[in-house]
């Protein structure tokens, strides 16, 4: 398969959930399709009320997927998520029961409620794709995709994400407030809550796999953009404002992306642009900033250090 002939129903799909359900919030879901694409997760930081389990919702209704729920709160423990061994009484022994976690589309609702003891439960399913469970490892479906929301962390009742845990994050961005004459429309029709639950899928799981098998194998990424790659994570690693600059595993996250949004533009290569679009969206949350410069806006401070680095001659 081409990228050419793997990329329609994925196309398809956007065109659907973005003209028919999800108009204005174009861009959100595209990040979202991308981490799909990549076997990655995404998590969004926004204020509660502007859409953000309404998309996961669509991608999981547009594809067919299995979709699971997580409401974090601050009882919440690792079983709920993970599930738990449960005495079997007729047949004399424990049997496990599956939690939300074994799903397509894992929805963790306001994940920065939960305890930092229970965010760490999802540490080896976000990276290995399987859950230990009293000693007993299990594989978790494939694809496998963490929809992660989070509320400002200056609101009441929340826990800052580790930063091992953001790190398994592929993507973090935010949803905004619709522009004005679409929010009237969405004020006038009530809602798409109702609609979700009729879309009709127009993708499949074989064809998210062949679509993410296509991006990682047959989306050329030339030595020029490794290069420009390279650049931009080393900037970061020497620049004043940041502590810590980005990793090893950033950069090969970038070159994922940078692949998944070319494979989405119907293009078998990846051009400098398609990094440079990556950029805020891969990196802001991995970045560690001075304790002087901590309420810094990160995505501001790489879009200033992207203006430095002279995009690769195509």
Known sequence: MTPSSTNRSM?????????????????????????????????IEDLPGLGKTTIALSLAGSTGLSFGRVQCTSDLLPSDIT????????????????????????LLDEINRAMPRTQSAMLEAMEERRVTVEGVTYPLPDPFLV?????????????????????????????????????????????????????TPVATAADILAARFAVAHEVYLSDRVVDYIHSVVAATRCHGMIQTGLSTRAAINLAQAARASAFLAGRDFVAPEDVKGMV?????????????????????????LLADIALPLA
């Open 147 to 199: 929809f992660a929301t989070q509320n400002p962390s200056d609101q009441s009742g929340t826990f800052p994400l580790p930063e091992s845990q953001l790190d398994r994050f592929l993507i973090c961005t935010g949803i905004g407030y619709p522009p004005e004459i679409m929010e009237k429309r969405i004020i006038a029709g009530g809602g798409i809550r109702e609609r979700i639950c009729e879309i």
């Open 280 to 304: 805020v969206a891969v990196c802001a949350h991995r970045l560690m900033m001075r304790p002087e410069h901590d309420t810094a806006d990160r995505g501001e401070v790489l879009r200033e």
């Open 83 to 106: 599930g738990l061994s449960v005495f079997n009484r007729e047949e004399g022994r424990f049997t496990f029961m599956p939690g939300p976690i074994f799903s397509n589309i894992v």
């Open 11 to 43: 196309i398809a799909m956007l065109d659907t959930l973005i003209g028919e359900y999800l108009q204005g919030k174009d861009d959100v879901l595209r990040l979202a399709l991308i981490a799909l694409l990549t076997g990655g997760h995404i998590l």
